[in-house]
C-alpha cells in the first residue's frame, strides 16, 4: 500500500468514527425526551445548538422567550427548561426549594471555579455558609464599617476620574468600578487595604483579569462538547482556565495564610470583616473549614460582589449617557435631599457626609438602578435541578435530573410581565407618588429569590447608591464615541464587552 492510499484510509477512518460518533450523540440526545408529548416544554434544540448563537447568547434566548414562556434544550443525559413564567420561577425557588438543587451537571461543570462555595452546593454545607453569612450581614458593626469603606473608595474613584477631566481624557470606567469595587470588598470582606484603584496593587489587577476569564472560560463549557477531554489532557480554553485558577489560588492562599498571621497576634481586636469572622468559625471545626474551603468561600464571595456592583453600575453609567434627562433628573433629586449641604464641599467631605437616611429619601436613583437590573441583570441566567419528577405551574412536566433556569435577561424584555414598553429604560414604571415600589421577587429575580436570596443585596444597593452619588455629584458623563455598540461579554455574569469609555466634565 503506497503512502497516499495510507492517508486515505487513515482519513477515512476518522471520518467513519466521527459521523458514527456524532450519530451516537444524537441517538443519545433524542432518545427517552418525550419530543412529541405536549406535557413536555416544546424542544428549540440542544445546548449545543448555543455554541452558534455564544456570543449573542442571551438575546437568542430572548427572541425564543418570545414565542414560547417555557422551553426546553436537549442536553445527552436530561433535558435543560429555559422559563420566563414569574409562576415556575417561584415554584422552583420557594414553594418546592427542597425538590430542586444546584445538580450534579452544574456542579461538575463549575466546581474549579467556585469550589464548595455557597453558590455551587447544597444541604448542609449551603445552610452553614448560609447561617454564617447571614449573622454578619445583618450586624450594624459590618453595616457601618461597609459604609465608611464605601464613601472612602467612591471619593478615591471621583479624585482619579478629577484627572481625566484636567486633560479631557478617555477613560473605561466599568475598569475603575471594578478596581473600586475590589478594593471595597477585600476591605469590608477581608480587612485588606488592597489598592487597587490606585494602581499599587499589581497582583490584585493580574486577579481580577484571571477571574473574568475565568469566569468566561467556565461557562463555555456548557456549549463545549469536549471541555472535559481538554481538561484532561490540559490543552486549549482548558489549559488556559487552570493558569488562571492558579493566579487566583495563590492569591487567595496568601490572603488567608497573611490574615491568619495577623490574627495570631491580634486576637483580642475587634473583628470587623467578614474573613476573620470565617476563620475563628473555622477554629471549631478545622478538619472541614480548611484552607481549600476558605478559598471557596472568598471566591464566591468576591465573584458576587464585584460584578453585582461593578458591573451594574457600568450599565447604569450607559444608560445615564443613553438617556441625559434621566441623569439630571439624579442630580436634581440629590441636590433635593441634600439641601443646604455647601456646594463648595470637597469630594471626601461630600461622601462622608452621605448618610444612610440620605441615600433612603434617592427614590428616583433607586428606581433608576434598579430599572438598570431589570434589563441587565447581573447574573442573567440561574436555575436548578429537579430532584425528582415535578409538574410546573403552567401545567410541564419535568423528569428526574432535568435543569430548570430562570432567564432573567430575556424576562425583563417580556411584554406579558411589564407591559408594552418593556424594553424602554424607565425608571418611573417603579416608583407610585414619587416612591420606590418594589415588585415580586420572582417578577424582578436579579437578586435571586426564596431561601437563597442574596444576602448581599442591601449592601449592593447602599455602595452603588454612594457612588453614583458621589461621582454624578461633580461630574456630568457622556460616551467617548455615541456610535460604538456597546454589548455583554457571554459569561456567568453580565459584564460589558471590551468595557465602557466615557468622558466627563466637571458640574458647575
Not at 481538561?231 to 490574615?259: H, P, T, W
Not at 476573620?276 to 471545626?285: G, H, Q, Y
Request: charged content about 25%.
Amino acid at each position: 500500500m503506497d503512502f497516499f492510499s495510507i492517508i486515505i484510509t487513515v482519513i477515512s477512518t476518522l471520518l467513519t468514527i466521527l459521523l458514527f460518533s456524532f450519530c451516537a450523540l444524537a441517538l443519545v440526545i433524542f432518545t427517552g425526551k418525550s419530543l412529541n408529548n405536549p406535557q413536555y416544554a416544546p424542544v428549540m434544540g440542544t445546548v449545543f445548538d448555543q455554541l452558534f448563537y455564544f456570543n449573542k447568547l442571551y438575546d437568542y434566548q430572548t427572541n425564543i422567550a418570545r414565542k414560547y414562556r417555557t422551553y426546553r434544550l436537549l442536553a445527552p443525559s436530561q433535558s435543560e427548561l429555559y422559563t420566563t413564567d414569574p409562576r415556575n420561577i417561584e415554584h422552583v425557588l420557594k414553594s418546592n426549594f427542597d425538590k430542586y438543587s444546584k445538580g450534579e451537571y452544574n456542579q461538575v461543570i463549575v466546581r474549579d471555579l467556585f469550589g464548595y462555595g455557597i453558590f455551587a452546593v447544597d444541604g448542609d454545607m449551603w445552610r452553614q455558609q448560609r447561617k454564617v453569612s447571614s449573622f454578619e450581614f445583618s450586624t450594624r458593626v459590618l453595616r457601618d464599617f461597609s459604609c465608611a469603606c464605601f464613601r472612602r473608595n467612591a471619593a478615591k474613584l471621583a479624585g482619579i476620574i478629577s484627572e481625566f477631566t484636567i486633560t479631557g481624557g478617555i477613560f473605561d470606567i466599568q475598569e475603575l468600578l471594578a478596581r473600586c469595587s475590589l478594593d471595597s470588598i477585600f476591605k469590608v470582606g477581608f480587612g485588606v487595604d488592597l489598592n487597587c484603584l490606585e494602581g499599587a496593587s499589581k497582583e490584585g489587577t493580574m486577579f481580577i483579569k484571571a477571574l473574568d476569564d475565568s469566569n468566561e472560560s467556565v461557562y463555555w463549557r456548557y456549549v463545549d462538547l469536549f471541555w472535559s477531554v481538554k481538561r484532561y489532557f490540559n490543552i486549549g480554553s482548558e489549559a488556559i482556565l487552570k493558569k488562571n485558577i492558579k493566579v487566583m489560588d495563590n492569591f487567595v492562599y496568601e490572603l488567608i495564610k497573611s490574615k491568619q498571621e495577623l490574627l495570631s497576634v491580634q486576637s483580642d481586636c475587634v473583628k470587623e470583616d467578614i474573613l476573620s469572622r470565617f476563620l475563628v468559625a473555622s477554629e471549631k471545626d478545622p478538619s472541614n473549614m480548611n484552607d481549600k474551603y476558605l478559598r471557596d468561600i472568598i471566591l464566591n464571595f468576591i465573584l458576587a460582589g464585584k460584578d453585582s456592583t461593578a458591573n451594574t453600575l457600568s450599565w447604569f453609567f450607559y444608560m445615564l449617557c443613553k438617556h441625559p434627562l434621566i441623569q439630571e433628573k439624579i442630580v436634581q433629586e440629590m441636590n433635593k435631599v441634600m439641601e443646604g449641604m455647601n456646594k463648595e464641599t470637597s469630594r471626601e467631605d461630600f461622601a462622608m457626609n452621605l448618610a444612610d437616611t440620605m441615600l433612603d429619601k434617592m427614590h428616583y436613583l433607586h428606581a433608576t438602578l434598579t430599572e438598570t437590573l431589570r434589563l441587565y441583570p447581573a447574573v442573567p441566567v440561574d436555575g436548578r435541578c429537579a430532584d425528582m419528577d415535578d409538574i410546573l405551574p403552567d401545567g410541564f412536566r419535568l423528569k428526574k435530573g432535568d435543569g430548570v433556569y430562570y432567564i432573567a435577561y430575556p424576562m425583563g424584555r417580556m411584554t406579558y410581565i411589564w407591559g408594552e414598553d418593556a424594553e424602554v429604560f424607565r425608571p418611573e414604571r417603579w416608583l407610585n407618588n414619587g416612591v420606590f415600589q418594589p415588585e415580586s421577587s420572582f417578577k424582578f429575580v436579579a437578586f435571586h429569590a426564596g431561601p437563597r436570596i442574596c444576602l448581599g443585596k442591601d449592601f449592593a444597593y447602599r455602595q452603588m447608591k454612594i457612588i453614583a452619588m458621589v461621582l454624578l455629584r461633580f461630574f456630568r458623563f457622556k460616551l467617548a464615541d455615541e456610535n460604538t455598540r456597546v454589548t455583554y461579554r457571554t459569561m456567568f455574569t453580565l459584564q460589558i464587552k471590551g468595557g465602557l469609555h466615557l468622558k466627563a466634565v466637571p458640574r458647575d
